[in-house]
T-cell receptor
Framework: EDQVTQSPEALRLQEGESSSLNCSYTVSGLRGLFWYRQDPGKGPEFLFTLYSAGEEKEKERLKATLTKKESFLHITAPKPEDSATYLC??????????????FGKGTKLSVKP | DTGVSQDPRHKITKRGQNVTFRCDPISEHNRLYWYRQTLGQGPEFLTYFQNEAQLEKSRLLSDRFSAERPKGSFSTLEIQRTEQGDSAMYLCASIGGEGLRPGQGAFFGQGTRLTVV
């Protein structure tokens, strides 16, 4: 069964303290791995799509990387406004429909000033 | 604002009542998805439309749930005879057609928070 596991469940950082979030996946065939940011009471906000091992994407203080078994979201010198839940999702080979994403439970990030 | 709008943002209903939610996707997007999210969980896929055709339904979508997308524009999700277990955030997402790179990323609306009392 396709599965996405995110760790840690929660992460508390001091402002400026860099760290990484992990997303490990077990799928029959990966057609894309996605990172989203979700603020409380709001819908997920799209961040990155990664397609193949070795691929990297960057946006401001965030950098996403992908291997054959997992993805990392690296946060460099985080600020309090980076506090949110970060969701990882995968799209697999079968199912056919674009966007039928399987989500992990997310990592809740808190950045203290 | 992602361009995907959902209405209402919040709904409180009594158990046994019917509720209907609306989603307006990004206008040029032909693919529309419904997801459900409960507290502390990631979104779970419910159903998918390409234009007006409902192409896929999750086993989570019981007989009490029905979704439509008339004319391939907005979509509605109706829950009949609501139960307390239906309390969740219902999210709508849209993605563009073949011209966009596959997997570009579904754009989500702000969701409808349903509370069944």
């Amino acid at each position: 069964e396709d599965q996405v596991t995110q760790s840690p469940e929660a992460l508390r950082l001091q402002e400026g303290e860099s760290s990484s979030l992990n997303c490990s996946y077990t799928v029959s065939g990966l057609r894309g791995l996605f990172w989203y940011r979700q603020d409380p009471g709001k819908g997920p906000e799209f961040l990155f799509t990664l397609y193949s091992a070795g691929e990297e994407k960057e946006k401001e203080r965030l950098k996403a990387t992908l291997t054959k078994k997992e993805s990392f979201l690296h946060i460099t010198a985080p600020k309090p406004e980076d506090s949110a839940t970060y969701l990882c999702a995968v799209r697999t080979n079968y199912g056919g429909s674009q966007g039928n994403l399987i989500f992990g439970k997310g990592t809740k990030l808190s950045v203290k000033p | 604002d992602t361009g995907v709008s959902q209405d209402p943002r919040h709904k409180i209903t009594k158990r046994g009542q019917n509720v209907t939610f609306r989603c307006d996707p990004i206008s040029e997007h032909n693919r529309l998805y419904w997801y459900r999210q409960t507290l502390g969980q990631g979104p779970e896929f419910l159903t998918y439309f390409q234009n007006e055709a409902q192409l896929e339904k999750s086993r989570l979508l019981s007989d009490r749930f029905s979704a439509e997308r008339p004319k391939g524009s907005f979509s509605t999700l109706e829950i009949q005879r609501t139960e307390q277990g239906d309390s969740a955030m219902y999210l709508c997402a849209s993605i563009g057609g073949e011209g966009l790179r596959p997997g570009q990323g579904a754009f989500f609306g702000q969701g409808t928070r349903l509370t069944v009392v």
